[in-house]
């Protein structure tokens, strides 16, 4: 177990709708990563953020944004929903700061239909 | 510059044999090389990791190779059993911008028989 929690685990909807997943991170983990993995794809890193500020923005849609809360956790927003958004979204949490080691979540599986 | 090109794809090997991953990466700035393993329906969980400092680290049956000259690093699972059975992620990472960028090799499928 490392740690890094997500919500919910699994979640179908239909295209054109909305959904929300959430990420907590590590305890003391200020850092959070969200990644993208289609079937038989590599990790496709998203978005980052360190201690509620955005720091780097990687293959996102437009139609994905995120968020981090004070308390630390962080929601992935998926809007307008498409076939091809079915996949595995995990969020992995870092120290931040001088570590790179990153710990991944159990991650949420999003059908599409 | 930026990929990470791993090999095999897919891997199978008889139980107590070696397993070996190769990834080669081109971007020279890398500084911390992680391999991740990852079971159907969980997350990657950190096996091992090298920094380019030292040629070798091992940790239990796993180990990890680093060739600086020539860009390559491996992971090796010495007597690989069946629950060794699992997705192998090398990546390479280093800081840049404001953040640790993560670049992950494509995967390898490895099947350890009984």
């Known amino acids: 177990d490392s740690g890094v929690t997500q919500t919910p685990k699994h979640l179908i909807t239909a295209t054109g709708q909305r959904v929300t997943l959430r990420c907590s991170p590590r305890?003391?983990?200020?850092?959070v990563y969200w990644y993208q993995q289609s079937l038989d794809q590599g990790l496709q890193f998203l978005i980052h953020?360190?201690?509620?500020?955005?720091?780097a923005k990687g293959n996102i849609l437009e139609r994905f944004s995120a968020q981090q809360f004070p308390d630390l956790h962080s929601e992935l927003n998926l809007s307008s929903l498409e076939l091809g958004d079915s996949a595995l979204y995990f969020c992995a949490s870092s120290v931040g700061q001088g570590r790179n080691e990153q710990y991944f979540g159990p991650g949420t599986r999003l059908t599409v239909t | 510059q930026q990929q990470v090109k791993q090999s095999p794809q897919s891997l199978i090997v008889q139980k107590g044999g070696i397993s070996i991953i190769n990834c080669a990466y081109e971007n020279t700035a890398f500084d911390y090389f992680p391999w991740y393993q990852q079971f159907p329906g969980k997350g990657p969980a950190l096996l091992i990791a090298i920094r380019p400092d030292v040629s070798e680290k091992k940790e239990g049956r796993f180990t990890i190779s680093f060739n600086k000259s020539a860009k390559q690093f491996s992971l090796h699972i010495m007597d690989s059993q069946p629950g060794d059975s699992a997705t192998y992620f090398c990546?390479?990472?280093?800081?840049?911008?404001?953040?640790?960028?993560?670049?992950f090799g494509t995967g390898t499928r490895l099947k350890v028989l009984a």
């Open positions: 990546a390479a990472s280093r800081w840049a911008s404001g953040t640790y960028k993560y670049i």
């Open positions: 305890s003391g983990d200020l850092s």
């Open positions: 953020y360190y201690n509620g500020e955005e720091r």
